[in-house]
């Protein structure tokens, strides 16, 4: 048994498993994939004090770092489920995919987010060479350029107002027949003399002369016409989805996107059990901020486990 576990081996779960190995307790990360959305990202510009990397570098980096102390890493183990201890201070339980039991004082559950795809073709094809899904992360790559937002919700919209200060011109391109996003995001959008707002069009491929994106392709669903826009940039906003599925009969409060609610310490509702980063109701998913969320809930398991004894 560990006295801490790690579920989920991202940014946010290395950080907090070599917080805790620091403190000097037995830390084991179980990850269904180490490195996590960091190994699907190309450039990375906004991790602080590096002013660029690439993804799967980073990840190397996590590896090693985390490699430098004696943490128990348990790659390509996917986590179904957690039986909360039954007194606090005891023993968690969690269930891997191929029937392993892994028991531990306390959890730090950091299985992060999946950004929900379009499914059209061209999207997978062209992802880092014109369609992205993080504004904060990509959006100064299309300076002066010509983008699309898909997708009217607040996110999408926020991304559109965000792009539309950076970029040259902006198409959002909601499917439903009218934006979802708050009204007075809403307003700030249609303030703004780049921006083209398209509704009732459903993105059918995003188009690419082999190297990067091009354009892309919507059907106007009232009638039914397909009509192409020229473009640079594709930013899909419909939505990040926590991997937390495996927690619903857990016992552990999810708000109503499924993120895993937690405090100001990275407490959830159960003793003993923290969580961080994407999975987590933390507002804004970023490298940084998952890092920083990771070394909080690590902390805050050590003062768990100093103040609780083994009952
Ligand atoms: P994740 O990175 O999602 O890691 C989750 C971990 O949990 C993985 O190891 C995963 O395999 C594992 N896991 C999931 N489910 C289970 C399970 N059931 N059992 C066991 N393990 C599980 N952020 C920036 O700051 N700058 C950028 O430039 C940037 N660019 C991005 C580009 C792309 C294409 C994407 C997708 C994201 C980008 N982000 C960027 C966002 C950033 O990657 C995330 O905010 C960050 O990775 C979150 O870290 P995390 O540790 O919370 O989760």
Known sequence: PFEVLVVGGGPAGAAASVYTARKGFSTGIAAERFGGQVLDTMGIENFISVPYTEGPKLARQLEAHVAEYDIDVMNLQKAVKLVPASQ???????????????????????????????????EFEYRNRGVAYCPHCDGPLFKGKRV???????????????????????TLVEFDTKLRADQVLQDKLRSMTNVDILVNAQTTEVTGDGERVDGLVYKDRESGEEHKVELEGVFVQIGLVPNTEWLKDSGIALSKFGEIEIDGHAATNLPGIFAAGDCTTVPYKQIVIAMGEGSKAALSAFDFLIRNANP
Do not use: M, Q
């Open 148 to 170: 699309a937002v898909i997708g009217g919700g607040n996110s999408g919209v926020e991304a559109a107002i965000d792009l539309a200060g950076i970029v040259g011109h902006v």
């Open 88 to 122: 606090t201070g005891g023993y968690h339980t969690i269930e891997l995919e191929n029937g392993a039991e892994l028991k531990a004082r306390t959890l730090i559950l950091s299985t992060g987010a999946r950004w929900r795809n379009l499914g059209v073709p061209g």
